[in-house]
């Protein structure tokens, strides 16, 4: 189910790739006509890919509730607990697509931009902007996508919980999330190939690996958060330490 809302997107990702590999091809093309041509297709296919994004995180935001049941060892009930998972998360989850792909829109942008310009400083801006979402906006989404399944906040409550989760597990963080999807990160390589195997792998593995990464967000959130704030929350998830006792 998650690979069919995905499909979109890799179909955009495909054919960007496609119309990039036959504007290099071309011959007698100037290269600032070409560079120019390549910047307004991936700035058009990086705006259109956030209504991509929305269909996925509509039936993500139902899936989610299944991967809880999992999580919990409860029994799911796959297409009632979808629809309830929906009605449940899709307002936080589809804002959090929302900004994801704004931002990721805005990165593509700047470089482009730069490139076009022939300046450093939208380059400069657009580093500094992809460094923002990958090491900060990108994990603490990844958190809070496991904190709309599980607790009844609000969408900054759920920010707030997230972000400081991260902080305090910054190391182990950076570690664990590349490691999860660690074969949708062949979608990086400069390689057409690679980069379409990257894609559809990420696709079709997404349940397994949002599985993965709720069953350690949930460990996370059962030694920071919950014998705090939610102690009817603590033993849910891995780390079993206070039912074992």
């Not at 801006?125 to 460094?131: D, K, Q, V, Y």
């Not at 707030?160 to 990160?185: D, H």
């Not at 062949?186 to 709720?214: D, E, K, S, V």
Request: with cysteine; hydrophobic share 55%.
């Amino acid at each position: 189910l998650l690979a069919l809302a995905a499909l979109p997107s890799v179909v955009l990702a495909l054919m960007n790739d496609l119309y990039e590999l036959r504007l290099t091809a071309q011959t007698g093309a100037r290269t600032d006509e070409i560079l120019a041509a390549v910047a307004a297709f991936r700035n058009t296919s990086a705006w259109l890919d956030i209504p991509c994004g929305l269909l996925f995180g509509l039936v993500f935001s139902g899936v989610l509730r299944l991967l809880r049941q999992y999580s919990y060892e409860e029994v799911p009930f796959f297409w009632r607990d979808i629809g309830r998972g929906i009605r449940q998360n899709c307002r936080q989850i589809l804002l959090i697509s929302l900004l994801f792909g704004f931002q990721r829109a805005v990165t593509r942008y700047l470089f482009s931009g730069g490139t076009l310009a022939q300046s450093r400083l939208p380059a400069l801006l657009g580093t500094i902007f992809a460094a923002l979402m990958i090491f900060v906006f990108l994990p603490v989404w990844a958190y809070m996508a496991v904190a709309v399944a599980v607790y009844d906040n609000s969408f900054a409550q759920n920010f707030r919980l997230s972000f400081a989760v991260y902080a305090k597990n910054l190391g182990k963080t950076l570690l664990v999330l590349p490691a999860v999807g660690v074969l949708a990160l062949l979608a990086l390589a400069p390689n057409l190939i690679c980069h379409i195997a990257g894609r559809l792998l990420g696709a079709l593995l997404c349940p397994l690996t949002a599985l993965i990464w709720m069953l350690f967000t949930l460990d996370r959130f059962d030694r920071d958060i919950n014998p705090i704030y939610f102690p009817e929350q603590v033993g849910r998830g891995l780390y079993r330490e206070n039912k074992e006792k």
